[in-house]
């Protein structure tokens, strides 16, 4: 068994006794690769971005995260560029040399992070245009995004030669020494060490270690264990729970609308380029947009432990703030959702920001319409209760009735008193009641008859 290593720009660098709370951005700018910036510690700014190589079915890809929040020890095995290995000042990247030419750089404290996500778009596999929105999780406060922007849609197309283009033909590299080599072994680790923390993407755990200095006696993390990493679309749709939403997003290519209109909303790039579904509903946190979007959907939560595999209906899953019937030693192996879909779908996030917040409140829709009546109705809602909850008042008002504006206005009104909203410095209860009421008419409004 090697000694825990990460590569780094092409060069070998040693893991040994880094403590697991460190994250990879304090351990780059401790190697003087100081290139990425700590500008917020949670992964909103951006400026942390790095590349990591990651796999993309024969070969791989680059893929930019936020250092700032995945541990240092996470990337055992794995393959790093900073923007310092993107190129030099003497032979700058072609991603360089256009924000350069462009005048994309102001202060230059965000201009690694922005380099990093748009060499990523850069050496994107199937690229074409170039997508802008992979810059979304990257903020500038010298109001320089024009610029920017600018630059990168002059960009071209990687040319001969490139050595990071060429390294996504050839596959991404495994797991390293220190992880569990598949779901028995972490399962294994979990029954030995029952107050070990489990990470994926650390888009939460990360956010905890950086700024309420909690720390972990044992880390277990599950991200590369294969049987995390399945999907598959057959009669139920079957999602790994190690799968980042990103991955999620393009394996399930359009196969469930309803998500579709959750990712772009889903916090940004670098951030859905981490976060993994099974974490996302172990957090249990009664803001988050998947839940309300998945209770809608009826889906359910596989969950593994030396004894054997259980499925549990999301419906049943939370049983407080913050709490899952998840017990000692389980883990979650994948997300279930049954076919076929309903006809009628739409996600609304309610929030101070179109893109990239926090909701204050939000809805997922599920509707099958048939001859005009209403056969079958699901409703998630989040950011109403201590917990994701189904509007189950809300569902029997509208079941069995004809889809008309009359049914929408009283179902509308139940749909009101759902869940114990409360006050805080997001949003008054009195309005998240009244955006409940409003989500149902918008989707009368929009959807019609």
Known sequence: MSDPHVTVNGQPRPLTGVPGH???????????????????????????AVLVCRPAGEG???????????????????????????????????????????????????????VCSMAAEYYRPDAGEFDVEAMSGNLCRCTGYRPIRDAALALGTPTAGDTLAERQTRPAPGPGATRPADLAAALGLLRDHPDATVVAGSTDWGVEANLRGRRAPYVVYVD????????????????????TLSEVEAGLAGAVPLLDQVWPLFA?????????????????????????VLLALEASVVIASPDGEREVALADWFTGYRETVLGPGELITSVRIPRPLAGLTAFHKIAKRRADDISSVAVGFALDISAGVVGKARIGLGGVAATPIRALATEAALEGQPWTAATVEVAAEVLRSEGTPMDDHRASAA?????????????????GT
């Open 22 to 48: 460190t994250n990879a951005l304090d351990f780059l700018r401790g190697l003087g690769l100081t290139g990425a910036k700590e500008g917020c510690a949670e992964g909103e700014c951006g400026a942390c």
């Open 60 to 114: 791989s890809r680059w893929t930019p995260v936020n250092a700032c929040l995945v541990p240092a020890a996470a990337l055992d095995g794995q393959e790093v560029v900073t923007a310092e290995g993107l190129g030099s000042p003497e032979r700058m990247h072609p991603v360089q040399a256009e924000m350069a030419r462009a005048g994309g750089s102001q202060c230059g404290y965000c201009t690694p992070g922005f």
């Open 224 to 243: 590369r264990l294969p049987e995390l990493r399945t999907l598959s679309v057959a009669e139920v749709i079957e999602i790994g729970a190690g799968l």
């Open 268 to 292: 940004s790039p670098l951030i859905r380029n981490g976060a993994t579904i099974g974490g996302n509903l172990a957090t249990a946190s009664p803001i988050g947009d998947l839940p309300p």
């Open 431 to 447: 309005y998240r009641e009244a955006m409940l009421g409003n989500a149902l008419r918008k989707l009368w409004a929009e959807a």
